[in-house]
């Protein structure tokens, strides 16, 4: 349960070595967590961020088998983890980035991101709605990204998965109107992490830690949708705005 | 079988809301057919919502307002009432006093129900003479986690894993308790100034015990912890008659005023509570002998005011009432200047001393001190700070009163209340399938 003051016992992390959910777990007061469930495919990444955790002296910390392409396991591993206690937060961390030009030249990689990172939110998004309506509380936040604002030449394959998932999150808030339990639509730019450590930096580049940061303090004021940075938000919507000759010509 | 409406549930300091299937009371037997058909989120009795935390919620759970079962009869014969337990002590106040008649134990608020201030065991400013509400109940009627009615009285151990139990070992439907006579519907005051915390906690020390009633309002803003006793008496007739009160039975406390829907968080910080200390402190003699009050004015000065909570703004507020023995006396200013330190503007901070504690295992009150301080929920620091204290507190035998709670940990809880293993043992057997559970209940993994 929360407490009086919006600091949670318990999370359930879906994509469980992403670094963003990570830190924003190292953001909530420690001595507060009782349970902490990393969801991933298991690999020695899932298993060091367990024992990151650990050596922080965050209690209840384990790892669960999950994986975002199984789509017809979600419901019994998400049961399972709501069946141990009730679960104040929800991150929906896993996500795939791909590579735009191999998934244009072969197709069956763009439909493996697309499956990842939409069809597999899909999938848990409602399973984990499901259980947060049951128990009359609780929030998912979801990590969807700037790039599905507008898509772009250079990502969109990305980028469209990411619009379909923001969409999907928005309506699910909306379906979880009067439940008790919410949605965080997380919007970041470009976040140094392992899955962007190979392209080049953009303009209002953060850290995961400066994304965490954003994504407690919006769950404590129980925002819908934060942009990270927060200024961003005014930057896509110049960027939506602006007439398509011209979007096409700025600068990657 | 009533209609079930989703509704979102919180406790009077408006903090973390969940949504529960609410149902109204109607009879026993329909609160049995409740708990027997209960889903996996379980079932919990609700009164008029004045428990600060999250005793009186329960996400997803069935939640049964009790205040549609609000009968009550006096029995003056024996002295004693006996009420459905969604009865109000409002109401019940109402129609006692006029017959010379006060309940045993009165919270600082009235509007609560029987089943409610049995369940939380409330004290008010007799503790040190009179004990918690619990020890004035002669018979209670609960429904177990099995559907299963039972009459239980202080001769049973189900009665006191009840009493204090936090409605976590069935639903209570009805309670007899004594009343004690009173000749007016008046209090005299006596009213004296402490000019800092040592001297106001030697003065309650030295007198209390000259009064049934009495209690200390402290100034949290000034670090000299200076502060205002108050003690009364029942008046008598020739009390009232002397001071020119024309109808010393008369009883019909009102509204004063209703808060606003809408204050901005942020109204009551350090500088506005600040000056309320100031004038307030200022507004007390230094000493006075024999004023005449109200019951309402001296036991239930907020009541006048409807849904005051909401002053605290959109965050809402937490109260954090803690106890400790008489050899931990000095965790009282620690706790104030922590408060301080932090910049935590308290405007209500009480001091009161406890008499001993009862059989109960769950019971809040025992021998030495309590402190209650109201505090926004919005100061950077308050999590980390409470935390300090609470643990400071638990080690040495002091804890915190579950009927505020809303942020203790779990291990915390435990060490606190060295007699939780003793009273689950009792709950097994009252609800073994753990029917009965609250957002509290869950956080604190009773």
Redesign the interface.
Known sequence: ???????P?SVLVLGGTSEIALATIKEM?R??L?RVLLAGRPSESLDLAVKQLQALNIAGVEAIEFDAKNTETHGGIIDAAFDG??IDIVILAFGLLGDQMTAEADPTHAVEIATVNYTGSVSAGLHVARRLK????GALVVLSSVAGDRARRTNFVYGSTKAGLDAFAQGLDAALA????HVLIVRPGFVRTRMTSHLPEAPMTTNPEDVAKIIVTALKKGKSAVYAPGPLRFVMAGLKALPKPIFRKLPN | MSEVVATQLSGWGRTMPTVAQLVEANSPGQIAELVQHANSRGVLARGLGRSYGDAAQSGGATVIDMTTMNDFTLNPDNMSVTANAGASIDEILREIVPRGFFVPVSAGTRIITVGGAIAADIHGKNHHRDGSFGAHVTELTLIDGLGAQHTLTPKDLKFWATVGGMGLTGVITSATFTVIPIASSYITVDTERGNDLDDVMSRMFARDHEYRYTVAWIDSVSSSGRGVITRGDHATIEQCNLDGIKDPEAYDPKNIATAPALVPSGALNKWTVRAFNEGWYRKHPKERIGEIQRISAFFHPLDGVQEWNRIYGPNGFLQYQFQVPDAAGYLVGMALSKLREIGAPSFLTVLKRFGPGNRAPLSFPQSGWTLAADLPAGIPGLGRALDQLDALISAEGGRLYLAKDSRQSPTNFARAYPRLGEWREIRDTMDPKRVFASDLSRRLEI
């Open positions: 349960m929360l407490d009086a003051l919006g600091d016992q007061p001595n507060r009782r206690s009730d049951n128990q009359g509380h009067g439940t008790g339990a």
